[in-house]
């Protein structure tokens, strides 16, 4: 049996898990990569004590990994985007095979690292990036191939859902949530990626490329994050039919591609409402398939590792399957990329929900849906919730049928001028994700 030889570096979360999926599943994986996947080498500043790595070389310098001779694929699993960014590179040059999981590392010098792998004929693969242990990726790539894919809708940050779930089960606030998100290790003691939804952000961007065969870039992708979701929105979305999500939608129109993570208002009836707590799930609308979806682990030591070694197996099956004149997989060619406009938020169409606090007298919800209907918004449903004792105003909740953003923002703009009005006027956007 041939041998491939990967270096693993980073032994953290992630590495530990790749080491020692790798260690426990040695049969069944070698038999998969049709060779024997020997690790050669582990580059890690300290020892991890989940991992035995006496019969193991480990170094403390990752770049000696990413320059040994023996190596044949280097897994970077260090996180980050400066040092990763070099020791990629490296291991390149060196004319290495990669396997990483970092999705900020690929959304954000993706194009100059597989423009160097397309020149030296490497395998850049990255399935761990987006969606933890859930094989999009893959789906993308191989398994939609035949398909013009239409959009792409997605749950890709466990941290975020995590405290949606909490929020929508037990009416906590934000806040209190996150602080649990952190004492859980689900959100990291900076959460800023995961709750402004940064991280989302550079996942929407790897599978947009994929699916639309656009070049990685983050210019244009409209970004928000759930700071400022109020309890009461998720409560009165259920009592309208709809549970809260975060999630990147990724859209092909006429016009260009819409890219863009946010708070979203999905019917209680789609199956990914019912995706909670630290699971991910991605809807894919395809012109051949229909509407699939993918749902599983988006995070964790094991259930990214498993992602991690299924890119290595397929490294090591194409290096032991043709050693001389191997083709890189699907996907790898950067040179038919083409770029496309990105719609900015203004110009993209949903439906909205709308809050707000009204004076409680004749005349007032008048007044307000004559501003829709002269900023050409019809409305789907109002409510007006019950007043509480001695309070004057009440809280009306509007749903409209799908507008642009741009309208929207002036109908927002003069209801708040009103002085019936009390304070902002907050919206969501709604989406049915039913074609
Ligand atoms: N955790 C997940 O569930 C998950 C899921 C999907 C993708 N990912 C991605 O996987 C990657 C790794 O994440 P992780 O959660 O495993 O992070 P982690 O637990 O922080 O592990 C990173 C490891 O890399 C080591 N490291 C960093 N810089 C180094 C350097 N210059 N030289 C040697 N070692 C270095 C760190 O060592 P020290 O401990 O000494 O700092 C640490 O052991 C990231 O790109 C992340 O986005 C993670």
């Not at 790749?18 to 580059?43: D, K, M, P, Y």
């Not at 789906?139 to 859902?161: D, K, M, Q, V, Y």
């Not at 918004?377 to 109002?382: D, K, L, V």
């Amino acid at each position: 049996m041939r041998s491939v030889n990967i270096g693993i570096c980073g032994l953290g979360t992630v590495g530990a898990g790749v080491f020692n999926v790798l260690g426990r599943n040695t049969n069944i994986i070698n038999a998969r990569a049709n060779c024997e996947i020997a690790v050669t080498q582990v580059g890690a500043r300290r020892d991890n004590p989940s991992c035995d790595t006496s019969g193991v070389a480990v170094v403390r310098d990752i770049f000696e990994v990413a320059k040994n001779p023996a190596v044949d694929v280097v897994v970077e699993l260090i996180g980050g985007t400066t040092v990763a960014l070099e020791l990629v590179m490296t291991a390149l040059r060196h004319d290495k095979h990669v396997v990483t999981a970092n999705k900020a590392l690929i959304a954000a010098h993706g194009a100059e690292i597989f423009a160097e792998a397309q020149s030296r004929n490497r395998i850049v693969a990255y399935e761990a990036a987006v969606a933890g242990g859930i094989p999009i990726i893959k789906a993308l790539r191989e398994g939609l191939s035949a398909n013009r894919i239409h959009w792409l809708a997605g749950i890709i940050n466990g941290t975020t859902n995590f405290i949606l779930s909490e929020m929508d089960s037990k009416g906590r606030d934000f806040a209190d949530v996150l602080v649990e998100a952190q004492e859980k290790g689900y959100a990291e003691a900076d959460p800023t990626f995961d709750v402004e939804g940064i991280d989302a952000a550079h996942k929407l961007v790897i599978m947009a490329s994929l699916a639309f065969g656009m070049p990685l870039s983050l210019d244009g992708v409209f970004t928000d994050g759930i700071t400022k979701l109020e309890p009461q929105d998720v409560s009165y979305a259920r009592e309208l039919g709809y549970a809260i999500k975060h999630l990147g939608i990724a859209r092909q129109t006429d016009e260009g591609v819409e890219l863009r993570v946010h708070p979203t208002l999905v019917p209680e009836s789609c199956l990914i409402a019912g995706v909670n707590d630290v699971s991910n799930a991605v809807m894919v609308n395809a012109d051949a398939v229909g509407t699939t979806l993918f749902y599983g682990p988006g995070a964790g030591s094991e259930p990214t590792a498993s992602s991690v070694i299924a890119d290595i197996v397929d490294v090591a099956r194409t290096l032991a399957s043709n050693p001389d004149s191997w083709v890189p997989p699907l996907g790898c060619a950067s040179s038919a990329l083409q770029s496309q406009k990105i719609i900015d938020i203004q110009n993209i169409e949903t439906s909205f929900y709308i809050r707000f606090s009204a004076l409680d007298k004749p005349g007032v919800l008048s007044n307000i849906t004559k501003i829709m209907g002269d900023a050409g918004i019809s409305i789907e449903a109002i409510i007006q919730k019950e007043q509480p004792a001695g309070e004057e105003y009440v809280t009306i909740i509007i749903l409209t049928n799908v507008t642009k953003e741009k309208f929207l923002d002036e109908a927002v703009e003069h209801i708040e001028q009103l002085e019936t009005v009390r304070g902002n006027v907050n919206f969501i956007r709604v989406e049915h994700l039913d074609q």
